[in-house]
């Protein structure tokens, strides 16, 4: 009983340690690719670093998720722009 619990614990602990290895290889390896097919970007965690780096997040009204200005949806009502997570979410909106 004590040996098929070890075992079991070891093989939790040594598939969490690949799959954080391998995510670590992948992640690299997307770096190394890039994306050039998009402008003004040099990778994919160059955008994720420039939506959070300018600062703070707005709250979708309809839905309460918290979304980087940079990469929302805008949409201004009465000269107050409000910033929404999907086209869904804007769609939804009675501003």
């Not at 602990?13 to 770096?31: K, P, S």
């Not at 994720?48 to 309460?64: I, N």
């Amino acid at each position: 009983m004590v040996r098929t619990v070890l075992y079991l614990l070891l093989t939790i602990v040594l598939i969490t340690f690949l799959r954080m290895v391998l995510g670590i290889i992948m992640r690299e390896f997307g770096n190394l690719l890039g994306s050039p097919g998009r402008p003004g970007q040099s990778g994919p965690r160059q955008a994720s670093r420039g939506a959070t780096a300018g600062g703070e997040l707005k709250r979708d009204p309809v839905c309460g998720t918290f979304v980087a200005p940079v990469s929302a949806i805008h949409k201004t009502v009465g000269g107050e722009v409000h910033y929404f997570c999907s086209p869904a979410c804007r769609d939804k909106f009675r501003g």
